[in-house]
């Protein structure tokens, strides 16, 4: 009995260490995160920071100052450009290690490494679709121009040098609770981060579903409901610009470009997501006599943020803005003479090719009257707690044939099986050299220079320089196609279906200077039905962009309020539209009294969608019901996945088609009208509301059903914000739904001395412990901007200063 008592005394301790020191689930090892000396302790921040740091880097050429200033913004002061991308990555790796290292492991398909088999779809999926093969490319582009060589490779070399520094005691708290460590950085993490960026902006596809909707409906109704230039438009070039350039010649349609093609997905309405607003005024309409450039590019908002405010100073720079956390250079910003913003355009540039393949092994595949190899690509997945997995991928000239087999991943709905991946991201490309351009730019002519280098994703970059000149260019690397190539599913076997090389860059879109005063931009249509080229059949909404130009048209003497305001602008050209349509058809009599009281609500609506409005409540749920039950019955069929028409399609028939057939509910045996189905989609919207909230009161407010939050970037309970009671819609110019919208709010004024202000939902650090993981945020929700610290040296006393650091070799 005793060697028993003893043999336990032995076991038992030994079982709970093990047990304390593992990884269960998603429970971090207990004893190493609870450890006061390394665990999650060690990674709270006091306030109190040292005034001066040193820190020794061996590959820095000469002496870099950085200065933080209150918000802990670094400004980096360097003698050479190397040390000034390698400070770069020092010091954002200081801050934002976690979030770089768990952005490009996702991107590359390696999150299994880290959660174990749970993830295995998600890195199929993202290797299936090529990124770290594009990424690949891209670097290739990349390390072939000696100064964006210079700029990864140093960035990359700052980022190491920070990793060198950290023991498991200071590692990032998440890393602590997911149990894992750092690993170098190497250059094809940058432009895995912006192939990551091209995903997010670029990787939607609808010609699943319109493929579908031509095989079931045809062509007439297809080209109706799914018409290729909006009803109501106000295109970012202004309507009427004249195109100063001889086009090429347009490829020629195949004569079978109308036949259906097949795929199996998923049902799919049309939902607005990814978008953003940018506008610049010239001097005619400001107060100062000089532009005033405004960007907020609407992403999902996450803590950490997805941008790093940074200033960049050396020999030939001084640029202030944000960055992504991973790659070199300022993406948005301004410097001495020029700003510069971006938005999505949402071209066209990725296809999916139907593939004939000669047999199951899936080796050859018919192209071109006769039979092509194929390549393969075999991709190890690393799986925490089980085995390697190799999944070969297979690719043609086109690209990777992304799935054989349809995956439970609801990201992969709308990709066919059986099919070639053509996307642009795939290509060679260097995007570092825009920004390398942009940030050093001095003038119109720069500006024009820098884009030259641009491919993915297509981004509408707007443009003010101190020589009061204003522009914007939807601009990319766009192929050249024939009208709605890419709008179906295209043919795999013939060569008429290839993209036919590319639209000039200098033929891109672009407009300087209008009469009009003002250049801006929010994801509708790039041009008027004159341009030449085909970018895309379909854009964004045109709300937004109607709304700002109506503004912007009625502006004078513009300041910096009367564009921060703006910014935060929440009136819906949707409800100006739809409700004078919308109101008559409901029945009234047959409403019960919260139904009643909510009617009333709305006929005193400003159309408004701001924090406290009830009416925005009702009438989002109603317009969004009654899109349901207009399409749901048609375009939900088992077998057949489709996606429903647009918004701007749905109220065009509201308003100038009242007797469509379109009403009738197909699933029932009486014939439904507009009538019919307004009152049911008013009536569903404020039963759910009243089930939700009960009788009609201040929890009906907008802001409550909303509920914006800014979540963990790795939804770690806890990590994320608290819920933000601001209004906002993603029809409005102040775009916010629940956890998407302006992830960077930036004004600059430019004259003689640039003047930036800007804030986003989040804090420099990436360290919840720290102070500054989320100072910014109650700023942002309240509409308000920081005054932007640009400074001339390292000792300018413009702004308070908190700590500093000099790094020499």
Known sequence: ??????????????????????????????????????????????????????????????????????????????????????????????????????????????????????AIEVDRYQRRMGMVYGAENSLKGMMKDAKSKEMILAYTEGINAYIKTLSHA?????????????????????????????????????????????????????????????????????????????????????????????????????????????????????????????????????????????????????TYGVSLPGAPGVIIGFNQKIAWGVTNVAADVLDFYQIKFKDASHNEYWYNNKWNNTTKRFETIKIRGGKDEIDTVYYTHHGPVVYFQKPKYSKANNVPVGDALRWIAHDESNELMTFYYLNRGTNYNDYRKALTFYTAPAQNFVFASVDNDIAITPNGKFPLKWKDQGKFILDGTDPAYDWQGWIPPNQNPTVKNPPRGFVSSANQ??????????????????????????????????????????????????????????????????????????????????????????????????????????????????????????????????INEPNSKWYD?????????????????????????????????KDWNWANVKQTNVPHLAKIPGFGSKVLLIGGAKSTINALSETNGPSWRMVIELGKKPKGHGVYPGGQSGNPGSKFYDNMVDTWANGKLYDLFYMQSADDQLGTIISRLKISK
Not at 21 to 49: C, D, R, V, Y
Not at 256 to 266: C, I, L
Not at 575 to 601: D, H, I, R
């Open 1 to 118: 009995m005793n060697k028993i008592k003893a043999l336990l005394c032995i076991i038992i301790p030994i079982a709970i260490a093990f047990l304390f020191n593992t990884k269960i689930g998603s429970t971090p090892p207990l004893l190493k995160f609870l450890n006061p000396f390394m665990g999650f302790w060690q990674n709270a921040e006091n306030n109190h920071f040292m005034f001066n740091h040193k820190a020794k880097i061996k590959g820095a050429i000469d002496e870099i100052e950085i200065v933080f200033d209150d918000r802990m913004i670094p400004h980096i002061f360097a003698k050479n450009d190397h040390d000034l991308y390698l400070a770069q990555g020092y010091v954002t790796a200081m801050h934002r290690l976690w979030q770089m290292d768990f952005q490009t492991r996702f991107a590359a398909g390696r999150i299994s490494e880290v959660v174990g088999e749970k």
């Open 170 to 318: 200071n590692y990032p708290i998440e890393y602590k609770i997911l149990d894992f460590k750092p690993e170098n950085w190497t250059p094809v993490k940058c432009a895995l981060l912006l192939k990551q960026m091209s995903a997010v902006l670029a990787m939607g596809s609808d010609e699943f579903y319109m493929t579908n909707i031509l095989k079931k409906f045809g062509p007439e109704i297809t080209k109706d409901l799914f018409p290729d230039y909006p009803f109501r438009e106000d295109p970012i070039i202004p309507v009427g610009t004249k195109w100063d350039f001889s086009p090429l010649p347009i490829p020629k349609t195949p004569q079978s470009f109308t036949n259906a093609q097949t795929g199996e997905v998923r049902t799919k309405e049309k939902v607005e997501g990814i978008g953003s607003n940018n506008w610049a005024l010239s001097g005619s309409k400001t107060a100062s006599g000089f532009p005033i450039l405004s960007n907020d590019p609407h992403l999902d908002l996450t803590l950490p943020s997805i941008w790093y405010q940074i200033q960049l100073n050396a020999p030939g720079i001084n």
């Open 525 to 654: 249509s790039s041009t008027d039905k004159t341009y030449p080229y085909y970018i895309n059949w379909e854009f964004s909404p045109y709300e937004r962009g109607k709304r700002i130009n109506d503004r912007l048209s009625a502006m004078t003497k513009a300041t910096l309020d009367s564009i921060r305001l703006m910014q935060t602008d929440n009136y819906s050209i949707m409800a100006q539209n739809a409700l004078p349509a919308l109101m008559p058809l409901v029945n009234t009599e047959q409403l019960n009294a919260t139904q009643k009281e909510a009617f009333s609500y709305l006929s005193k609506w400003n159309k408004r969608y701001d924090a406290k409005e009830i009416a925005a409540s009702v009438f989002e749920i109603w317009t969004k019901r009654l899109s349901f039950d207009i399409w749901n019955d048609d375009f939900e069929v088992e077998g057949i996945p489709m996606r429903y028409p647009s918004r701007d399609r749905t109220v065009e028939m509201i």
């Open 665 to 697: 509910n197909t699933k029932t045996s009486q014939k439904e009208t507009l009538a019919d189905l307004v009152n049911e989609a008013f009536k569903y919207s404020c039963d759910s509301l009243e089930r939700r909230f009960g009788p009609i009161n």
